[in-house]
């Protein structure tokens, strides 16, 4: 009797073992880097937001190896892109920057057609380039480049799925199964996919500001610590570098250290004194700080310039 139990349990195990050991956060990162490198692949070179303009920014950081100006000749290929920090671009060049791309953009020309101001113009006329055989697969060029960074944004916009999924076990920690459908709300959210799927700064920068407002809720619900202090403000650093709207996060971060001191009395301030470094340093440091201030204004106001 007992053989025969074993051999009628035996198939219960399932064709998929594996599934069983898998997170379910795991399978949603998975599935939202599958359906997002879809949205990659199925768009257009270029179609998506301002994406011709992120890309001559990353073509830029590779040919001249130095930050763009408002009042570089080259600018005009960046449009409003040219006063945009400087990360995300950064990390597109290091993947993109063995492939030539010399054909940007003399092998992508406009539509003449395309809305609004184009003379018989109609609703289903959405290409703002006119594309070619040459974009298909095997890529190369430009094309191959666009698919590679495409590659990147997705796999960088999964933090935000991940940081969310964190930030809901925060929340509630004695239920994983809010957090799981904040972070399945997300992944599933069609924007997000496009977005997130795209060559732009948007993912990146979402990315980190999710990051950072899980590990706000993780020193509220926690307590503040030297490691968690440097964690914060290196995630809010980045997500800065990464999209000027970031700086919003200041304030955020302001509003948890008062709700920390609120509730323990002076212990996050104590904390902070001691990470503070010697006298000497600290001058040499607000010294540095102020010239980086004056050139983030001076990159963010053309006008200053």
């Given at each position: ?5 074993k051999s009628?349990?035996?198939?219960t195990?399932?064709a998929?073992p ?12 998975l ?7 879809f949205y990659?692949l199925?768009?257009p ?16 950081l ?11 000749p ?5 449009q ?12 597109y060049?290091?993947?993109t ?6 054909d940007?953009?003399?092998a992508?020309p ?6 609004v ?6 609703a289903?006329n959405?290409?703002y ?9 095997p ?13 990147l ?12 999924y964190l ?10 199964m809010?957090?799981l ?8 959210t069609p ?9 732009s700064?948007?993912?990146p920068a ?5 990051l950072?407002?899980?590990?706000m ?8 610590t030297?490691?968690r202090?440097v964690a ?7 997500s800065?570098?990464?999209k ?8 955020r971060a302001a509003?948890?250290h008062?709700?920390?001191v609120?509730?323990?009395g002076?212990r ?8 503070a470094p010697?006298?000497?340093l600290?001058?040499?440091l607000?010294?540095?700080?102020r ?12 006008r200053?310039?």
């Amino acid at each position: 009797m007992d053989v025969a139990k074993k051999s009628v349990a035996a198939p219960t195990v399932g064709a998929w073992p594996w599934a069983r050991r898998l997170p379910a956060i795991a399978v949603i990162l998975l599935s939202f880097v599958l359906w997002g490198a879809f949205y990659g692949l199925s768009t257009p070179v270029f179609e998506g937001p301002d994406e011709q303009w992120h890309f001559s920014y990353t073509q830029y950081l590779i040919q001249k190896q130095r930050l763009p100006s408002p009042s570089d000749p080259d600018a005009a290929a960046m449009q409003q892109e040219v006063t945009q920090p400087p990360l995300p671009y950064i990390l597109y060049a290091l993947v993109t920057a063995p492939i030539d791309a010399s054909d940007y953009p003399a092998a992508f020309p406009r539509n003449r057609h395309f809305p609004v101001t184009a003379p018989g113009w109609e609703a289903n006329n959405k290409n703002y380039f006119a594309h070619s055989v040459d974009e298909s697969f095997p890529w190369h060029g430009a094309a191959l480049a666009v698919r590679v960074g495409r590659g990147l944004a997705i796999l960088l916009s999964a933090f935000a799925v991940l940081g969310t999924y964190l930030l809901g076990r925060e929340l509630w920690p004695h239920d994983r199964m809010p957090a799981l459908a904040a972070a399945l709300l997300l992944a599933a959210t069609p924007t997000v996919l496009y977005i997130g799927g795209m060559f732009s700064n948007d993912g990146p920068a979402t990315a980190l500001a999710t990051l950072a407002l899980w590990m706000m809720a993780r020193l509220i619900r926690r307590g503040l610590t030297p490691g968690r202090a440097v964690a914060l403000g290196a995630l809010i650093g980045l997500s800065i570098l990464s999209k000027a709207s970031s700086l919003l996060l200041l304030a955020r971060a302001a509003g948890c250290h008062v709700g920390l001191v609120s509730r323990g009395g002076r212990r996050p301030v104590w904390v902070l004194a001691r990470l503070a470094p010697p006298a000497r340093l600290r001058r040499r440091l607000a010294s540095g700080g102020r010239r980086a201030v004056g050139l983030a204004v001076r990159a963010q106001c053309p006008r200053v310039r």
